[in-house]
């Protein structure tokens, strides 16, 4: 399509009107830097949509009015860089047309206090309230499909979440990670207006701050008096500096994996803001749900689309049921089920075809694992309080780093109940009764009539629902996801959606 420079709300409004795809957004104050060409370069290459990027210093943002007057304007150039780099269209607006006098149409709106009255809003009155207003008003008039935004603004990042979810608006955020200088500083528009002296002092500040994320990882907590001690000794100007939950922005908790350090500091007349996230351990998702819910193939998709481990719990209980059976033990005696914990080694390997293969003391076990036979008892055998604790600190070992995506039906609640994201994907019997029907990996089953599979379903529920031990329920934070009527891939695609909003980008660059 042809480049377009857009400069009114009417033909804004015509463009949109006259195009035949979707829209990705990506709002600008101009004077553009390497962090708005990530920004505009992500969204060329994440979908075939059109990009449309708008240029406007929105005066609501500003409690300053020489701020404001003193803003880059660099109009030419952020025009040519934003066409260089995979803009389709430009959209600049005058203060007229984004606030027209007299028009009682504008939505002024407020940003939600226990989000703006930290870090930068205490200094900074009114300012999120304009961030507000103005990208509410840029969406009605835009209506696009994704709106691109940067971790930078984590603050802002986190209210605009809150706005279109509050607005009931029908786009989704994108982000990408913090963009920093070859000094280490993070770009902003701002920079330009340092001077030699003042671009070392944020300097500092921020490797302070990275070196900071590095002791962390190591040691498991932060010194916030070390790191002001420093700072002041470098005459640093601090205007804010916190340790906070990255969602809440209330003060950080021990049983908090990943949390925000987050500071402001002044140099001369500029003010600059920086971050990092602290992480004890990589991210972990726990999906749980009953039989033929579609588990087991999403969590397999879900892993090798994050690049995290894939930890079959259920295949772990199917192994140690497997080894049972064969030995004929009674698991009904404990002190013969304490006897083959000593010696049983339960191993995910991928095989050729990026598939895994669970084997039990060095025996490849995986189609076994499925029959009929050990799905018959498999749920008796779950419910055994020695099986659980043995199985459940051998998960918890795995995840110990981190870095996983598991399922079974305690995951979430007894497994790893501080996982950063919960689901409970579930289906209602007939959908569950048809796919397990037509599972290539359950060829026992395949051989039951429908409604034979549907009463086993719902025996199986009620077993997994009724034992004492880790009875399968919904933790109270999991999202439910019913997957009736959804592609597998959509439901992917959900959860992969959920988990980069809990999970900030910078927290993947090591």
């Known amino acids: 399509m042809n480049k377009v420079i857009i400069r009114t709300t009417e033909e804004i409004e015509n463009w949109r009107r006259n195009i035949n795809s979707e829209i990705n957004f990506i709002p600008t104050m101009g004077n553009l830097h390497n962090g708005h060409i990530k920004l505009i370069s992500t969204a060329k290459n994440d979908n075939p949509n059109i990009n449309l990027v708008s240029i406007f210093i929105n005066p609501l943002q500003f409690d300053n009015k020489l701020d404001l007057e003193n803003y880059p304007k660099t109009i030419d150039n952020d025009i040519k860089i934003s066409f260089s780099n995979g803009a389709d269209a ?24 226990e989000l703006s009255s930290a870090l930068c809003g205490l200094n900074r009155i009114g300012h999120f309230d304009g961030v507000c207003t103005v990208v509410y008003r840029l969406l009605n008039l835009i209506k696009p499909k994704n709106l691109y935004l940067g971790e930078k603004d984590w603050q802002q990042l986190l209210i605009l979440k809150n706005l279109i979810l509050k607005e009931k608006l029908n786009v989704a955020i994108k982000s990408i990670p913090t963009q920093r200088d070859f000094d280490g500083i993070p770009l902003s528009s701002r920079n330009v207006h340092l001077s030699k002296n003042e671009r070392k002092l944020i300097r500092f500040f921020s490797s302070e701050l990275l ?25 640093i100007s601090i205007e804010y500096l916190e340790h906070l939950h990255p ?15 987050a500071g402001a500091i002044r140099c001369g007349k500029t003010r600059l803001i920086d971050h990092v996230f602290l992480m004890k351990r990589r991210p972990i998702i726990a999906i749980d749900g009953p039989a033929g819910s579609g588990k087991s193939t999403v ?26 059976l064969k030995e004929n033990i ?20 991928s095989n050729t075809n990026s598939h895994q293969d669970v084997y039990v003391n060095n025996y490849c076990v995986t189609e076994e694992i499925r029959s009929q036979k050990i799905s018959s008892i498999v749920s008796k055998i779950s419910s055994i309080k020695e099986v659980r604790k043995f199985l459940v600190e051998e998960q918890r070992k795995i995840g110990e780093s981190g870095g996983l995506v598991a ?45 034979t599979l549907k009463e086993f379903i719902k025996k199986r529920d009620f077993e997994d629902s009724n034992r004492e031990i880790s009875p399968l329920i919904k933790a109270s934070d999991a999202i439910e996801i019913i997957t009736d009527g959804y592609t597998i891939n959509e439901v992917v695609d959900k959860i992969f959606n959920l988990y980069n909003d809990k999970i900030p980008k910078e927290t993947e660059i090591k």
């Open 90 to 113: 430009i959209f600049i607006p005058s203060n007229e047309d984004i606030y027209p006098p007299n028009n009682k149409n504008i939505k002024f709106l407020k940003a939600p206090i």
């Open 407 to 451: 399922e079974g039906r305690d995951i979430g609640t007894t497994v790893f109940p501080h996982a950063e994201l919960k689901i409970f994907l579930t289906a209602s019997i007939d959908e569950r009764a048809k796919r397990r029907k037509f599972d290539k990996n359950s060829k026992d089953l395949q051989e039951i009539d429908l409604n």
């Open 330 to 349: 009674d698991y009904k005696k404990e002190k013969k089920l304490l006897n083959i914990f000593k010696d049983i080694s339960i191993v995910f390997k």
């Open 247 to 261: 969602h809440t922005l209330q003060k950080a908790r021990l049983e908090d994996n990943i949390s925000l350090l």
């Open 299 to 324: 969590t397999k998709l879900i892993a090798k689309k994050l690049k995290l481990l894939y930890l079959d719990t259920g295949a772990m209980y199917r192994a140690l049921s497997w080894l049972i």
């Open 211 to 235: 070196e900071a994320k590095k002791n962390f990882q190591q040691e498991k907590n932060i010194n916030l008096n070390e790191i002001i001690k420093k700072l002041s000794a470098k005459k």
